[in-house]
């Protein structure tokens, strides 16, 4: 299903005779659920938008479904910074004076005060508190999170607590695969001429329980867990792209080109190179098989592509911030425009 959020709504099934809209100020869909908030109200919905639960909640701040759509969680922006957990069914879970939170199927991560507390959601018990957090998001598997005052990275699950040190860190972020494996990107070295700081990219093997730099060229560009594969793009342009297996090794390299997103389809037989952001929109499509080249083109002003769950078609959506042009189109791994 394709949709799109406009300013007070939300489009579904577009390019299809069943498009519909829908009264929305905020949303998230994860699987076959649809969570929505229009004012005071709170609503799961089905793919087929039929009303699987409501609630009546106050303006809120976020709102977020758990991955495999079960769980939603919102946090108001009133004075009492509420913070519910909610299935279909009831709410689960209230907080007040809560300052963001991290949801995923199995922990819900909050921060309170200067604590951060892990919930775990299926047993609805608080599993570990931390202070000096500078960074925590809630994986599916783990929690990753960044005690600032030891530059310490922790991976954490109910079994097993993972934790290293480094020497300076300034920024996280990280990526989960659904075998508990994670990329952290690590940045330092904040100078007055490199305002991004020096990104370095880490993969941590669940089954091995360590965390490795990964040996790809610098920097680190984009990186992105699928279906089947693990894809990494980084280097100055001409840029280049890796294939990992699941132990983070390196089993395939492309050749350079202009490029800073990689997007393999769910079969792993297409690959597509995009240079978007501060490139020129260039998109290729090869034949992750024979090395082919199947298609070459450039939308200006591109900035999200995804592949089809069949892996036949792609979408591309140009969504600039003054909202000119603004468009999303459909094509075939040829380059074919089908819709727009």
């Not at 079994?159 to 020497?167: A, L, M, Q, T």
């Not at 079969?267 to 090869?286: Q, R, V």
Request: glycine share 4%; hydrophobic share 30%; with cysteine.
């Amino acid at each position: 299903m394709i949709y799109a959020h406009h300013e007070g709504y939300l489009s579904f099934n577009m390019f299809t005779d069943k498009e519909c809209k829908m009264d929305c100020d905020k949303f998230d869909i994860k699987q076959e659920t649809i969570l929505i908030q229009k004012s005071n109200d709170l609503v799961f919905y089905s793919y087929e938008l039929k009303e699987l639960g409501r609630y009546e909640i106050s303006p809120c701040k976020k709102i977020k479904l758990s991955e495999n759509g079960k769980y939603g969680c919102v946090l108001t922006s009133s004075k009492e910074k509420l913070l519910s957990l909610y299935n279909i069914e009831s709410i689960l879970f209230r907080k007040s004076n809560i300052a963001n939170f991290s949801l995923s199927n199995k922990y819900l991560t909050y921060q309170e005060g200067t604590s951060v507390k892990i919930l775990n959601i299926l047993s609805l018990k608080e599993e570990k508190e931390y202070l000096s957090l500078s960074y925590y998001k809630s994986f599916n598997n783990s929690v990753l999170l960044w005690e600032s005052k030891d530059n310490k990275i922790i991976i954490y699950n109910e079994s097993f607590i993972y934790e290293k040190s480094f020497k300076e860190i300034s920024k996280v972020e990280g990526k989960e695969d659904d075998c508990g494996n994670l990329f952290v990107l690590i940045t330092s070295k904040y100078v007055a001429n490199n305002y991004y700081g020096h990104d370095t990219l880490y993969y941590y093997d669940s089954l091995k329980k360590v965390l490795k730099k990964l040996e790809v060229e610098y920097p680190p560009l984009f990186y992105d867990f699928r279906r089947n594969s693990t894809v990494v793009c980084s280097g100055f342009q001409p840029s280049k792209v890796y294939l990992l297996n699941k132990s983070g090794e390196i089993i395939k390299e492309y050749e350079k080109g202009i490029r800073n997103r990689a997007y393999l389809n769910n079969h792993s037989n297409l690959i597509a190179y995009c240079g978007f952001d501060n490139l020129s929109g260039n998109i290729e499509i090869w034949d992750n098989k024979t090395n082919e080249l199947l298609t070459k083109f450039k939308i200006k002003g591109a900035s999200l592509f995804e592949w089809s769950p069949n892996g036949s078609y792609f979408i591309v959506s140009t969504t600039n911030y003054m909202k000119i042009d603004n468009e999303i189109s459909v094509y075939d791994y040829y380059g074919r425009k089908i819709e727009e």
